[in-house]
């Protein structure tokens, strides 16, 4: 089983700065199989980027997905307000399917 | 646009079992892969179990294997998740997820069910 450890737990920022996660896979993912997801309260979660790099349908330019293997990380140029949510990674490779335990990005 | 409509969920006895349903539509449903995937309270997602579009190959986390059966209907754009042998650790709000083609990452969401397994 691929382990995904995300990181930091919590990112405590404000309105238009620059958020760095990162996820890293306890074994290389295959074929830059990840997937980004955000989550916010009440709502259900929604995919952000996938195959490491591709923005879902209707995700801004300021979300970016970069790395390979078993480092990568997700970048959100400047945080607008509805920003502020849980972020997973998954991996989707090979199964289990498994997603890594979440960042959350709050306000500061 | 894609429209997932979840049913099934509620309360049950450690033990007993519960049958979750997702009506699809706004896609070619057989084409794609499908998923459960779900959040106990306060906790992360947690992947659960896969289902392939042609060939109907599953999939399961390793907490569920043995207990739950992953299956679809093609004819009636129908995702179920048969449940037994429920735990407590198996409550949570369960997501019903479409994939994209053969792979079984999550595209889009359901709104969630929820299972509470106590006495």
């Known amino acids: 089983e691929i382990v995904l450890t995300q990181s930091p737990g919590t990112l405590s920022l404000s309105p238009g700065e620059r958020a760095t996660l990162s996820c890293r896979a306890s074994?290389?993912?295959?074929?830059?199989?990840l997937a980004w997801y955000q989550h916010s309260p009440g709502q259900a979660p929604r995919l952000l980027i996938y195959?490491?790099?591709s923005r879902a349908t209707a995700i801004p330019d300021r979300f970016t997905g970069s790395g390979s293997g078993t480092d990568f990380t997700l970048t959100i140029s400047r945080l607008e307000p509805e920003d502020f949510a849980v972020y997973y990674c998954?991996?989707?490779?090979?199964?289990?399917?498994?997603f890594g335990q979440g960042t959350k990005v709050e306000i500061k | 646009e894609v429209h997932l409509v979840q049913s099934g969920g509620g309360l049950v006895q450690p033990g007993g079992s519960l049958r979750l349903s997702c009506v699809a539509s706004?896609?070619?449903?057989?084409?794609?892969?499908l998923n459960w995937v779900r959040q106990a309270p306060g906790k992360g997602l947690v992947w659960v179990s896969s289902?392939?579009?042609?060939?109907?190959?599953?999939f399961y986390a390793d907490s569920v294997k043995g207990r739950f059966s992953i299956s679809r209907d093609n004819s009636a754009n129908t995702l179920y998740l048969q449940m037994n042998r429920l735990r407590a650790d198996d409550t949570a709000l369960y997501y019903c997820?479409?994939?994209?083609?053969?792979?079984?990452?999550?595209?889009?969401w359901g709104p969630g069910t929820l299972v509470t397994v106590s006495s």
């Open positions: 998954q991996q989707y490779g090979d199964s289990p399917f498994t």
């Open positions: 706004g896609f070619r449903f057989s084409s794609h892969v």
């Open positions: 997820t479409k994939g994209l083609l053969t792979f079984p990452l999550s595209t889009s």
């Open positions: 074994q290389s993912v295959r074929s830059n199989y």
């Open positions: 195959g490491v790099y």
């Open positions: 289902v392939s579009g042609e060939d109907g190959s599953t």
